[in-house]
């Protein structure tokens, strides 16, 4: 089944605790990216991939980091987690970033920092 | 500054009463409008593709629409089914998507 995964589905931290959550899809896509939600915010772009070992930031970057060494993993790290980044965070793929493909999502991971 | 407005931001209909959500944005070299429909507890998922005014897309009670400045999505008879959240997305420039804030809709039976 195609699908993209995300780990944990939850978590629940304390601030500074470094930490990282996991993404990995199986339709071999090279465009990969993460994105989180907040209640009146929508969803935000944190980090994109367009292929093995380039990224880019997105909008909201800050307190993020990302590693793209395999096609199919875009692990997302956070160093040192503040409350500010409690939220809603999912995974997407595409088959190519540059020509308007459909995103496939994860089922999100729900991240709480206290 | 790339932005992209979805109104209303909820809306309640009975079922078989039809209705309009709009997706209005400013973006400078849109590469494409996507609708996305997202369930409570589960990531979005892909709906339509819009690339240039004037296009329309149709899938059992929904049809998308797209002109210079905003999209509609219409609903048709809408089913109890169909209450969800709708998000509309554009990608701008390259790689970078901006997403609205969604419709939350809610259809009664």
């Known amino acids: 089944e195609a699908q993209v995964t995300q780990n944990p589905r939850y978590l629940i931290t304390v601030t500074g605790k470094k930490l990282t959550v996991t993404c990995s899809q199986n339709?071999?896509?090279?465009?990969m990216s993460w994105y989180r939600q907040d209640p009146g915010l929508g969803l935000r772009q944190i980090y994109y991939s367009m292929n093995v070992e380039v990224t880019d930031k997105g909008d909201v970057p800050e307190g993020y980091k990302v590693s793209r060494k395999e096609k199919r993993n875009f692990p997302l790290i956070l160093e040192s987690p503040s409350p500010n980044q409690t939220s809603l965070y999912f995974c997407?793929?595409?088959?190519?970033?540059?020509?308007?493909?459909?995103?496939?999502f994860g089922p999100g991971t729900r991240l709480t920092v206290l | 500054e790339d932005q992209v407005t979805q109104s209303p931001e909820a809306l309640r209909l009975q079922e078989g009463e039809s209705s309009s959500l709009n997706c209005s944005y400013t973006?400078?070299?849109?590469?494409?409008l996507f609708w996305y429909r997202q369930d409570p507890g589960k990531g979005p998922e892909f709906l339509f593709t819009?690339?240039?005014a004037g296009e329309e897309k149709e899938k059992e009670r929904l049809k998308a629409t797209l002109t210079k400045k905003e999209s509609f999505l219409h609903i048709t008879a809408p089913k109890p089914e169909d209450s969800a959240t709708y998000l509309c997305?554009?990608?701008?420039?390259?790689?970078?998507?901006?997403f609205g804030t969604g419709t939350r809709l809610k259809v009664l039976a």
């Open positions: 819009l690339y240039s």
């Open positions: 997305a554009v990608q701008a420039g390259t790689y970078k998507y901006i």
């Open positions: 997407a793929s595409s088959f190519e970033g540059l020509v308007y493909n459909e995103q496939f």
């Open positions: 973006v400078s070299g849109l590469r494409g």
């Open positions: 339709m071999n896509h090279e465009y």
